[in-house]
């Protein structure tokens, strides 16, 4: 299944970020493809707010993975932004995706070996504040987090 959303303003992106959460399952990963400022971490606060995790999500660029367990269940946020030299350094990635929470990964071409189970978004700025948003799994769980999804909007 593959479809595309537009997104108009940063708030919306966040919006749908939050409807998408909503239909999560524990272990579930997304990938969020799109160049620099594109809003994959804007995204990224949508689904941990889905979740109620109480803290500010940062841009974990520094990190590369950053926990938290403050809300429903744990949020993973990774970021392989600067995994893309291949320095492949081992901090226990693969603990997380597909795990006992959910992950959301920035970046994730730099770490593909590790994402073989992931709902995908393909996030492509238009404009200033225009967002296309494509939506794309062929697993079947996601198919049906897509198709829940589909119906809140
Ligand atoms: N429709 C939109 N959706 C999301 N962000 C938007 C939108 N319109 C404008 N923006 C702006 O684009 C920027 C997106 O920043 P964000 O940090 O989410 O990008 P990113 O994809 O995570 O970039 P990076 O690769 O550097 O981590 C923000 O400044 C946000 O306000
Ligand atoms: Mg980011």
Known sequence: MEFVLISQNEEETQK???LLGKT???GATIALNGSLGAGKTQFAKGIAKSLDVKEEISSPTFNILKCYFSGSM?????DAYRLEDGNNIDIGLEEVINGDGITVVEWPNF???LLENVLKIDIEILDD??????FSSNDKEYEKVLSSFKEEL
């Not at 744990?74 to 990774?78: C, D, G, L, S």
């Not at 504040?129 to 494509?134: C, H, I, P, S, V």
């Open 16 to 18: 749908l970020a939050f």
């Open 24 to 26: 999560l399952f524990k």
């Open 74 to 78: 744990p949020f993973y946020h990774i």
């Open 111 to 113: 770490i593909a070996s």
């Open 129 to 134: 504040n225009t967002r296309k948003l494509t």
